[in-house]
T-cell receptor, first 112, second 112 residues
Framework: DQQVKQNSPSLSVQEGRISILNCDYTNSMFDYFLWYKKYPAEGPTFLISISSIKDKNEDGRFTVFLNKSAKHLSLHIVPSQPGDSAVYFCAASETGANNLFFGTGTRLTVIP | DTEVTQTPKHLVMGMTNKKSLKCEQHMGHRAMYWYKQKAKKPPELMFVYSYEKLSINESVPSRFSPECPNSSLLNLHLHALQPEDSALYLC???????????FGPGTRLTVT
């Protein structure tokens, strides 16, 4: 049973515009959320995270929003750049656990 | 040094072979992880070592045998694998306790 879901397998965005990637989760015990970026033939690279005590975290062009009541988080990339083209995974964990639960990923293509 | 290294990058092995995958990190992390990733799927956790002790084994078949010789090294010993075990094997490490895991580039394994 997939506890973390990314319902959009792919997304195409024009360079300079905003990219919004969405993620939903079912386990209410999750209290920490992360976004990873993955290029082909490479391991996932940590991008940004958010704790459940916050509803927003910003790092440069990347902002993650958390809506706990809806069990939904999103990653905003502004402005999008061609180098952002990759597969983005969201992941979730709960306090005290060592494992991350990953979503199925969204392939972002930024068109120059 | 913020890198997790994995060797080899590619491995082709027969079903009767014995081989090992290696992972190394020098970030002082005390948790290390093995994940398996099939095409178009999220990474799936296999094993977690915390302070060089196996803390999580996600019901992985015994043909996969992990080993953590010291806090910087993690091995995955492979024996009598099946073709369906062909996948990208990812190693990760993290502080304890923390949630951000740092991934290596992976070993692409093909079982013939």
């Amino acid at each position: 049973d997939q506890q973390v879901k990314q319902n959009s397998p792919s997304l195409s965005v024009q360079e300079g515009r905003i990219s919004i990637l969405n993620c939903d989760y079912t386990n209410s015990m999750f209290d920490y959320f992360l976004w990873y970026k993955k290029y082909p033939a490479e391991g996932p690279t940590f991008l940004i995270s958010i704790s459940s005590i916050k509803d927003k975290n910003e790092d440069g062009r990347f902002t993650v929003f958390l809506n706990k009541s809806a069990k939904h988080l999103s990653l905003h990339i502004v402005p999008s750049q061609p180098g952002d083209s990759a597969v983005y995974f969201c992941a979730a964990s709960e306090t005290g656990a060592n494992n991350l639960f990953f979503g199925t990923g969204t392939r972002l293509t930024v068109i120059p | 040094d913020t890198e997790v290294t994995q060797t080899p990058k590619h491995l082709v092995m027969g079903m009767t072979n014995k081989k090992s995958l290696k992972c190394e990190q020098h970030m002082g992390h005390r948790a290390m992880y093995w994940y398996k990733q099939k095409a178009k799927k999220p990474p799936e956790l296999m094993f977690v070592y915390s302070y060089e002790k196996l803390s999580i084994n996600e019901s992985v078949p015994s043909r996969f045998s992990p080993e953590c010789p010291n806090s910087s090294l993690l091995n995955l010993h492979l024996h009598a694998l099946q073709p369906e075990d062909s996948a990208l094997y990812l190693c990760a490490s993290s502080q304890v306790p923390t949630y951000e895991q740092y991934f290596g580039p992976g070993t692409r394994l093909t079982v013939t």
